[in-house]
């Protein structure tokens, strides 16, 4: 039977700034359900806090069940913060690969090298030093330091802040809600575990409290919540006004010579910096695309190519872009062989395959060595 506060709807939720009136009894709830209720996930098998910090920077704006497969992959080739820093940064992104926001690999890698020369390669269980670290800030700061070393951290985030949202029925969620929220829940903390309080927030968040159809009749805190009461918890809080994603079409072109493929490395900063694409190009709606490739790899690159015609059409997304990547396969017109540089390189598909790129040109590349195997 799931465990629940008892009493009157908005006892323990209270209003914002006020808090809980009860924590004692809800943090009690609240770790009940935790230990019935709690995903077996690897990154909670002995709380080692460098597998938890991994796991957090994973995480940021990545289901649980992406991440699973990720972290036990990476875990196997970098078990500590000692290996992270002595690894090259193309065994990192290639790692990385497939979880995009590629700055989050490189931070966590700039920062192993911070704590290995500073720290004995340890993870520092001071709040204010960890979020001084390259790519934590106060939110994975406080995550790691009360998950890891049971610190009293409030880490406030997306399904923790939809939770409160919803107990104090709440609209919006300006900076002075968000001040509630960790004052209610350090008032947890004083209660029960924090590494408990932590997790059970942002699971009840995740499973129970979800963005639509939220399970309420499972829920520990279902008798004090007052959205539930006044049955408005499908409108808590309001959803962020979205822009329309910008729509971009792309000329790609697989330049094909002996069995090999020409790629380039992207600029060292910006997007998706540093990985490794097949040429390409932005084009009108009504531009030539095969023009548009010639003229690319002439002024560029320095080669003339003859097109092939479409290889296929592509559609992958970014969270603020649609792309669409018409994809066509070439040939040089004349040697292609010296055509080379630190950012430009021809592959076998074996090569291919170990480069870190891009989740969209990654599904591309194999697709290409798929109908060069079966070209020949």
């Known amino acids: 039977m799931t465990a629940r506060i008892k009493g009157s709807a908005g006892a323990l939720a209270g209003k914002p700034g006020t808090c809980f009136s009860e924590p004692r009894d809800a943090a009690r709830a609240l770790s009940a359900w935790f230990a019935k209720n709690a995903r077996d996930l690897p990154w909670r098998h002995g709380y080692d806090p460098y597998g938890v910090w991994v796991s957090e920077i994973m995480l940021q704006q990545t289901r649980v069940s992406v991440v699973v497969p990720f972290y036990l992959r990476w875990m196997e080739r970098l078990p500590d913060l000692g290996s992270l820093a002595r690894a090259q940064e193309t065994t990192v992104l290639k790692l990385w690969e497939g979880l995009g926001y590629y700055q989050r690999p ?26 001084r670290l390259p790519g934590l800030g106060d939110y994975t700061a406080a995550a790691i330091a009360s998950i890891a070393f049971e610190k009293p951290r409030p880490a406030v985030d997306a399904n923790v802040k939809r939770v409160f949202a919803r107990l104090w029925d709440l609209s919006g969620l300006e900076p002075g809600i968000i001040r509630n929220i960790k004052e209610a829940v350090l008032l947890l903390m004083e209660s029960a575990s924090p590494r408990v309080v932590t997790q059970a927030l942002m699971e009840l968040g995740a499973l129970l409290c979800s963005r639509s159809n939220p399970r309420c009749a499972e829920c520990p805190f279902q008798d004090i919540c007052l959205a539930r009461n006044n049955r408005t918890q499908d409108l808590r809080p309001r959803p962020a006004i979205k822009k329309s994603p910008t729509r971009v079409t792309l000329a790609v072109g697989v330049l094909a010579n002996r069995g090999r493929f ?70 040089p017109a004349g040697s292609a062989d010296a055509k080379t540089g630190p950012r430009l390189r021809w592959v076998d598909p074996a090569g291919l395959s170990a480069l870190a790129m891009p989740a969209a040109y990654r599904k591309l590349a194999d697709l290409v060595s798929a109908s060069e195997t079966d070209r020949h």
Request: proline share 3%; aromatic share 10%; glycine share 6%.
């Open 262 to 331: 020409l790629v380039r490395q992207r600029p060292a900063s910006g997007l998706m910096a540093g990985l490794w694409e097949f040429p390409g190009v932005s084009v009108a709606e009504k531009e030539d695309r095969e023009k548009a490739l010639r003229r690319l790899f002439m002024q560029e690159l320095g080669l003339k190519i003859i097109t092939d015609g479409l290889f296929r059409s592509v559609r992958f997304s970014y969270t603020t872009f649609r792309v669409t990547a018409e994809v066509f396969f070439l040939r």
């Open 106 to 131: 490189r931070n966590l890698h700039r920062a192993a090298q911070i704590l290995c020369a500073e720290n004995h390669c340890r993870v520092p269980d001071d709040f204010e030093r960890l979020a």
